[in-house]
């Protein structure tokens, strides 16, 4: 049960609409990604609720669809 | 509260540090989980490992614990703290190191 990369992009953008994703296929098998997430939302809140933020945005797929997804937030530099 | 979730409750309260993982400090089942003991390891702090393998109660209860899908996770001072790659992150940028510094945690002296 794999996720594509574009699944995962359209799930986060569905939620941080402002969002600047990129996302990598770690290991060639769709089950092991990294995503890079820059989003306004991001600002003033602490990492784990960055973090949170994309886990909530990706409606429980992660730790069961998605195995892996080594995430990186920050807000935007402005 | 259920009963694994008084026992988590107690081991967040009861110890400084205390890392929900796969596996045990010394052979760690996942490479997430390996990471963080890694690091801890390096910055020689004491804590405690919790092996969420050893029950699926245990392993449920966490992540509706901490409100957080994945393992590993850390908690500092009964303080939740992130999982793999914020740890990560936090330590390359030093920032772990100094939050055990805030909270009074100390290196173990090496024994010679």
């Known amino acids: 049960m794999a996720m594509d990369a574009k699944q995962i992009e359209r799930l986060i953008k569905d939620a941080l609409p402002d969002a600047k994703i990129e996302i990598r296929d770690l290991a060639g098998d769709g089950d092991h990604y990294a995503a890079t997430v820059v989003s306004r939302a991001f600002k003033g809140k602490t990492r784990v609720q960055q973090h949170q933020l994309v886990y909530q945005a990706l409606r429980g797929a992660m730790g069961n669809q998605l195995h892996a997804l080594a995430l990186q937030t920050s807000a935007p530099d402005d | ?112």
């Open chain 2, 1 to 112: 509260m259920s009963d694994v979730m008084q026992w988590i409750d107690q081991q967040v309260k009861s110890h400084d540090v205390v890392l929900f993982m796969k596996g045990t400090p010394d052979a760690p089942m996942c490479g997430f989980s390996g990471q963080v003991v890694q690091i801890l390891d390096y910055l020689g702090v004491p804590y405690a490992g919790v092996n969420v393998l050893s029950s699926d109660d245990l392993r449920n209860g966490i992540k509706a614990y901490s409100d957080w899908p994945t393992i590993p996770q850390l908690y500092v001072k009964g303080e939740f703290i992130g999982g793999c790659d914020i740890v990560r992150e936090m330590f390359q940028k030093g920032e772990l190191q100094e939050l055990l510094k805030e909270n009074n945690i100390v290196a173990e002296q090496q024994s010679a």
